[in-house]
């Protein structure tokens, strides 16, 4: 079980959960829209600094 963890999900959890919050604040937001249409217009750029900051956070970390 534990090599099918680390198959699917990595070394790590900082990608999955990385994505999870990506996905919640990708919903969270599109949610509290509201009247003006932001979130058409840079909704996608949040998701693409959100996607980044996952992924760089998921990168493993260089000794000193």
């Given at each position: 079980?534990?090599a099918?963890?680390?198959?699917?999900?990595?070394?790590t959890?900082a990608?999955?959960?990385?994505?999870?919050?990506?996905?919640v604040?990708g919903l969270?937001?599109e949610?509290?829209?509201?009247?003006?249409?932001?979130w058409?217009?840079?909704?996608?750029?949040?998701l693409?600094?959100?996607?980044?900051?996952?992924?760089?956070?998921?990168?493993?970390?260089?000794?000193?």
């Amino acid at each position: 079980m534990k090599a099918l963890r680390k198959l699917v999900l990595g070394e790590t959890w900082a990608l999955p959960i990385g994505v999870a919050v990506t996905l919640v604040a990708g919903l969270v937001l599109e949610a509290l829209e509201g009247d003006d249409a932001w979130w058409r217009h840079a909704g996608g750029f949040v998701l693409l600094l959100l996607v980044v900051a996952a992924l760089w956070a998921a990168l493993p970390r260089r000794g000193s």
